[in-house]
């Protein structure tokens, strides 16, 4: 636990997890100090040192933030489309860890694109999974309880009736080259003009260093936040516009 000036006040609208997590701080002499559950398991050695063991819960920092995948699991959990849900982290590589969010759905499986329209509803854009996976169940250890390392890796997640549908491929100088980039960063073969860079599994430090890339190979200046909401088609276009 920690204590003292600077705790914060609890959990936005989530007043039994603040209770857990912030208990009374007894020994403060300021009306309603709190303490905060860290999560983090310790021990003071016998020299005096505090040694850090570990975690007590699913806590993970990512990209300089810290993350509780619990919160994570309660918005999905949220939505009627979804039985059951867990969410892990994957390392795609030694400098890109992704938030993936296993879904056992609660009959017809929902739509990715439509669950990650929920999902930012509840949650800030750091915490959106990059990969949203559909099981037919959670994998179970012997004593019932989920076996994160039996969850399979995850694959690109494809526009919604992408396989049924003739996908639309860049065509344009523009096009190609910035699906290139894509292509190199996201570790896959092909991008649709429909397709989004975060839908594909990027995140804010891939969407960086794709603007980087694409600033040093041709010169175009594209803004990082139009990666969230804008689809290659709609970016090509735009600095198709700017060329001419």
Same mark, same amino acid.
């Given at each position: 636990?920690?204590?003292?000036?600077?705790?914060?006040?609890?959990?936005?609208?989530?007043?039994?997890?603040?209770?857990?997590?912030?208990?009374?701080?007894?020994?403060?002499?300021?009306?309603?100090?709190?303490?905060?559950?860290?999560?983090?398991?310790?021990?003071?050695?016998?020299?005096?040192? #505090?040694?850090?063991?570990?975690?007590?819960?699913?806590?993970?920092?990512?990209?300089?933030?810290?993350?509780?995948?619990?919160?994570?699991?309660?918005? #999905?959990?949220?939505?009627?489309?979804?039985?059951?849900?867990?969410?892990?982290?994957?390392?795609?590589?030694?400098?890109?860890?992704? #938030?993936?969010?296993?879904?056992?759905?609660?009959?017809?499986?929902?739509?990715?694109?439509?669950?990650?329209?929920?999902?930012?509803?509840?949650?800030?854009?750091?915490?959106?999974?990059?990969?949203?996976?559909?099981?037919?169940?959670?994998?179970?250890?012997?004593?019932?309880?989920?076996?994160?390392?039996? #969850?399979?890796?995850?694959?690109?997640?494809?526009?919604?009736?992408?396989?049924?549908?003739?996908?639309?491929?860049?065509?344009?100088?523009?096009?190609?080259?910035?699906?290139?980039?894509?292509?190199?960063?996201?570790?896959?073969?092909?991008?649709?003009?429909?397709?989004?860079?975060?839908?594909?599994?990027?995140?804010?430090?891939?969407?960086?260093?794709?603007?980087?890339?694409?600033?040093?190979?041709?010169?175009?200046?594209?803004?990082?936040?139009?990666?969230?909401?804008?689809?290659?088609?709609?970016?090509?276009?735009?600095?198709?516009?700017?060329?001419?």
């Amino acid at each position: 636990c920690i204590g003292g000036a600077g705790v914060a006040l609890g959990y936005h609208r989530r007043d039994e997890l603040t209770a857990e997590r912030f208990p009374p701080d007894l020994d403060s002499q300021v009306p309603g100090a709190r303490y905060y559950r860290t999560g983090d398991l310790g021990r003071w050695r016998h020299d005096g040192w #505090l040694e850090h063991l570990g975690r007590l819960d699913h806590q993970v920092k990512l990209r300089g933030l810290r993350i509780e995948l619990g919160e994570i699991e309660a918005a #999905l959990h949220a939505d009627p489309a979804v039985a059951e849900a867990v969410v892990a982290t994957h390392a795609q590589s030694e400098d890109d860890m992704r #938030l993936v969010a296993y879904v056992v759905p609660r009959g017809r499986a929902p739509d990715p694109t439509v669950l990650r329209d929920h999902l930012r509803i509840h949650l800030p854009e750091y915490m959106l999974p990059q990969h949203i996976v559909m099981l037919d169940a959670l994998p179970l250890l012997p004593n019932g309880k989920i076996n994160r390392k039996a #969850l399979p890796a995850p694959q690109v997640d494809l526009r919604p009736g992408a396989a049924a549908t003739k996908r639309t491929m860049p065509s344009t100088l523009v096009e190609r080259a910035i699906a290139d980039v894509w292509c190199e960063l996201l570790g896959i073969d092909t991008v649709d003009l429909r397709d989004n860079f975060f839908d594909l599994g990027g995140h804010s430090l891939l969407a960086m260093r794709a603007v980087m890339a694409i600033r040093e190979r041709h010169g175009w200046q594209i803004q990082p936040p139009r990666f969230v909401y804008e689809t290659l088609g709609q970016l090509a276009r735009e600095e198709s516009v700017s060329a001419s």
